[in-house]
């Protein structure tokens, strides 16, 4: 047997071999130069996370909850109507019967007592408007009554004291004292009541009345409330007096088409909303609208007015409403008479205008309107000369009153009911004693 072959042991198994010592070591550094790099490799996977990433856009990120109803915008504030409230009476003549009511006996005069059963409704109004028919020219003349009437100054005082804010000045009797008695009235009312408003004429030394830009002594008063504004115009279609035509232009508002566009234009330009006008015209009598004044109300109606308040005929005229191209016109065409000393039943019958305008969202109109006829009362030896609603009016007044001495069953509330009902047609309501109607 050879030196280097494997030895058996006693039991028959071949003895293990030895490794050299040298073998061995290299075999340990190998394993531990291993476990160094195992060691590194756990290392480095254990390193610290990296930053988030951003947030995925909004459609790649899936959504759990239900989304949002969208909201509507909120509804605009709802504008606030503002509401406008006239009254208007007709012809103050100042026969010497109605200037003697007013005499105290001491060489004073007080006509307060001509508007005191209307007090009420003209303290309800935001504009109360009545027609001075005859010429306040006071002290300066003799006081005379028809067909050239000249007048107390102290029944101004009375309209003011009334409540009274607008004075109407152009009609036929405007020229009854000359010029001089124009300016004599107006120069009153500048004088003592500076806040009362005149239209329809204009003071002859003076530059006229146009304070709506308007070429016209009819002007426009325009009356406003919370912004909004109602002008007023006044003009007449006769004239008594033998004048010189062209220079009272410039003096009293004289119906001519020009000048109704121009002065209705002037007030639009000026901010009015609505444009009333106030129309002395017609024939004296006749208890329907003429010719004449359905012309002039052609005219009112093509310049955009929208409300005619007639007077002139001294008795009482229907209510009408025109239409044209979508618009409504309201007319009156006649209020007739407030106070007079005129022997005629009839002419004892007036009216008074009452007109709600309102102005909202929609724009400006006339919401209501209601034309309250009344009876003018004329007792013997009293101050008790006014005129009451026909809604107030009693047998027991009427028995009172001189108009039945000599106008027979003309004077009674009986006949003032049917008179009323005959002039103002289907519309006169019998329960309110009144024309009354939405536009």
């Given at each position: 047997?050879?030196?280097?072959?494997?030895?058996?042991?006693?039991?028959?198994?071949?003895?293990?071999?030895?490794?050299?010592?040298?073998?061995?070591?290299?075999?340990?550094?190998?394993?531990?130069?291993?476990?160094?790099a195992?060691?590194?490799?756990?290392?480095?996977s254990?390193?610290?996370?990296?930053?988030a990433?951003?947030?995925?856009?909004?459609?790649e990120?899936?959504?759990?909850?239900?989304?949002?109803?969208?909201?509507?915008?909120?509804?605009?504030?709802?504008?606030?109507?503002?509401?406008?409230?006239?009254?208007?009476v007709?012809?103050?003549?100042?026969?010497?019967?109605?200037?003697?009511?007013?005499?105290?006996?001491?060489g004073?005069?007080?006509?307060?007592?001509?508007f005191t059963?209307?007090?009420?409704?003209?303290?309800?109004?935001?504009?109360a408007?009545?027609?001075q028919?005859?010429i306040?020219?006071?002290?300066?003349?003799?006081?005379?009554?028809?067909?050239?009437?000249?007048?107390?100054?102290?029944?101004?005082?009375?309209?003011?004291?009334?409540?009274?804010?607008?004075?109407?000045?152009?009609?036929?009797?405007?020229?009854?004292?000359?010029?001089?008695?124009?300016?004599?009235?107006?120069?009153?009312?500048?004088?003592?009541?500076?806040?009362?408003?005149?239209?329809?004429?204009?003071?002859?030394?003076?530059?006229?009345?146009?304070?709506?830009?308007?070429?016209?002594?009819?002007?426009?008063?325009?009356?406003?409330?919370?912004?909004?504004?109602?002008?007023?115009?006044?003009?007449t279609?006769?004239?008594?007096?033998?004048?010189?035509?062209?220079?009272?232009?410039?003096?009293?508002?004289i119906?001519?088409e020009?000048?109704?566009?121009?002065?209705?234009?002037?007030?639009?330009?000026?901010?009015?909303?609505?444009?009333?006008?106030?129309?002395?015209w017609?024939?004296?009598?006749?208890?329907?609208?003429?010719e004449?004044?359905?012309?002039?109300?052609?005219?009112?109606?093509?310049?955009?007015?929208?409300?005619?308040?007639?007077?002139?005929?001294?008795?009482?005229q229907?209510?009408?409403?025109?239409?044209?191209?979508g618009?409504?016109?309201?007319?009156?065409?006649?209020?007739?008479n407030?106070?007079?000393t005129?022997?005629?039943?009839?002419?004892?019958?007036?009216?008074?205008?009452?007109l709600?305008?309102?102005?909202?969202?929609?724009?400006?109109?006339?919401?209501?309107?209601?034309?309250?006829?009344?009876?003018?009362?004329?007792?013997?030896y009293?101050?008790?000369?006014?005129?009451?609603?026909?809604?107030?009016?009693?047998?027991?007044?009427?028995?009172?009153?001189?108009?039945?001495?000599?106008?027979?069953?003309?004077?009674?509330?009986?006949?003032?009911?049917?008179?009323?009902?005959?002039?103002?047609?289907?519309?006169?309501?019998?329960?309110?004693?009144?024309?009354?109607?939405?536009?």
């Open positions: 047997m050879g030196e280097n072959q494997s030895k058996v042991d006693n039991s028959g198994n071949a003895r293990k071999r030895r490794w050299p010592l040298v073998l061995l070591a290299v075999l340990a550094c190998a394993l531990v130069a291993g476990g160094v195992l060691a590194l490799k756990a290392a480095s254990h390193k610290e996370p990296a930053p990433a951003q947030s995925a856009p909004a459609e990120v899936l959504v759990t909850e239900e989304a949002a109803p969208e909201v509507a915008p909120p509804e605009p504030e709802p504008v606030q109507p503002v509401n406008i409230r006239l009254m208007m007709g012809d103050i003549l100042l026969h010497m019967g109605v200037i003697e009511s007013g005499n105290m006996g001491d004073t005069y007080n006509f307060d007592h001509l059963p209307i007090l009420g409704d003209i303290a309800e109004a935001d504009v408007v009545v027609n028919e005859t306040l020219g006071g002290t300066s003349w003799p006081y005379s009554g028809y067909p050239s009437f000249n007048g107390p100054q102290e029944v101004g005082d009375a309209e003011v004291n009334a409540g009274f804010d607008v004075i109407l000045k152009a009609t036929n009797h405007t020229f009854d004292m000359g010029y001089a008695g124009v300016k004599a009235e107006l120069s009153y009312w500048a004088d003592n009541h500076p806040q009362m408003k005149v239209i329809g004429a204009a003071d002859p030394d003076g530059e006229g009345i146009a304070p709506a830009g308007g070429t016209s002594p009819a002007g426009a008063y325009i009356f406003e409330k919370e912004g909004f504004r109602v002008a007023l115009l006044n003009y279609d006769v004239l008594n007096a033998n004048v010189d035509l062209e220079y009272d232009h410039n003096v009293i508002g119906m001519n020009d000048r109704i566009h121009t002065d209705v234009a002037a007030a639009r330009e000026q901010g009015a909303d609505l444009v009333i006008v106030f129309a002395h017609g024939e004296e009598y006749e208890e329907s609208p003429v004449s004044e359905r012309y002039w109300a052609g005219v009112m109606q093509d310049a955009g007015v929208d409300v005619v308040i007639g007077g002139h005929p001294h008795v009482i229907p209510v009408e409403v025109l239409e044209r191209d618009r409504k016109m309201l007319v009156c065409w006649s209020v007739g407030f106070v007079s005129q022997n005629d039943a009839r002419n004892m019958v007036g009216g008074m205008v009452k709600n305008l309102v102005k909202d969202g929609v724009g400006a109109r006339v919401d209501t309107y209601e034309f309250m006829p009344t009876v003018t009362q004329k007792e013997p009293t101050t008790n000369m006014c005129a009451y609603k026909l809604s107030d009016y009693t047998d027991e007044l009427a028995a009172q009153s001189t108009v039945s001495a000599w106008a027979g069953e003309g004077g009674t509330l009986g006949w003032y009911l049917d008179y009323c009902a005959m002039v103002l047609g289907d519309a006169f309501d019998w329960d309110t004693r009144s024309v009354h109607g939405t536009l």
